[in-house]
């Protein structure tokens, strides 16, 4: 075939035409002559499984596309808020006190959080009243109860928690 060369006819031409370099020659001396590479298939039919397509039954059919989700629009502030937490903590844990010692109250095992949050104090010298936001407060809630020895039990409609103050005997 004229424009066809197969390895060892190469190997002949580059041997008589630009001579052996030394990295050819430690090639070969290293694992032997190359083998040829004339029978198309580039790997000399050493890792031809017959298994063309391996694991895919149809090459035509493709993966089917996965399920998607619809966008949830969420509502959230889009400007940064400040507010000392510190402070913010003592003013709960007072109106959480309080609430607790109210004449109604007192024979109630627990305070309800939203209902503290509904009443809370507008004197607060955290952050303006507008900035404080029910996680914020639940934040601060939960360092309160890790202070204090607090419990926060859930409703059964989860709408509501309650607060607990520990028993002293």
Same mark, same amino acid.
């Given at each position: 075939?004229?424009?066809?060369?197969?390895?060892?006819?190469?190997?002949?031409?580059? #041997? *008589?035409?630009?001579? &052996?370099? %030394?990295?050819?020659?430690?090639?070969? /001396?290293?694992? +032997?002559? =190359?083998?040829?590479?004339?029978?198309?298939?580039?790997?000399?039919?050493?890792?031809?499984?017959?298994?063309?397509?391996?694991?895919?039954?149809?090459?035509?059919?493709?993966?089917?596309?996965?399920?998607?989700?619809?966008?949830? #629009? *969420?509502?959230?502030? &889009?400007? %940064?808020?400040?507010?000392?937490?510190? /402070?913010?903590? +003592?003013? =709960?844990?007072?109106?959480?006190?309080?609430?607790?010692?109210?004449?109604?109250?007192?024979?109630?095992?627990?305070?309800?959080?939203?209902?503290?949050?509904?009443?809370?104090?507008?004197?607060?010298?955290?952050?303006?009243?507008?900035?404080?936001?029910?996680?914020?407060?639940?934040?601060?809630?939960?360092?309160? /109860?890790?202070?204090?020895? =607090?419990?926060?039990?859930?409703?059964?409609?989860?709408?509501?928690?309650?607060?607990?103050?520990?028993?002293?005997?």
């Amino acid at each position: 075939m004229i424009g066809s060369v197969t390895g060892q006819a190469l190997m002949e031409i580059r #041997e *008589v035409g630009l001579g &052996k370099s %030394s990295a050819d020659e430690s090639r070969e /001396a290293d694992s +032997g002559p =190359l083998p040829p590479w004339d029978d198309e298939s580039g790997f000399c039919g050493q890792f031809d499984d017959g298994n063309d397509y391996s694991d895919v039954e149809d090459p035509i059919t493709l993966v089917s596309q996965p399920r998607q989700v619809n966008k949830i #629009e *969420v509502h959230y502030d &889009k400007t %940064s808020k400040q507010a000392d937490v510190h /402070a913010l903590k +003592g003013t =709960l844990w007072n109106h959480i006190q309080e609430t607790a010692n109210m004449p109604e109250m007192v024979n109630e095992a627990a305070v309800s959080f939203r209902s503290a949050l509904a009443n809370f104090p507008a004197d607060c010298q955290a952050a303006a009243r507008e900035d404080i936001s029910p996680h914020l407060c639940f934040i601060c809630l939960l360092h309160l /109860a890790n202070e204090h020895n =607090l419990s926060i039990r859930g409703c059964p409609n989860m709408d509501d928690l309650h607060i607990g103050f520990p028993n002293v005997a």
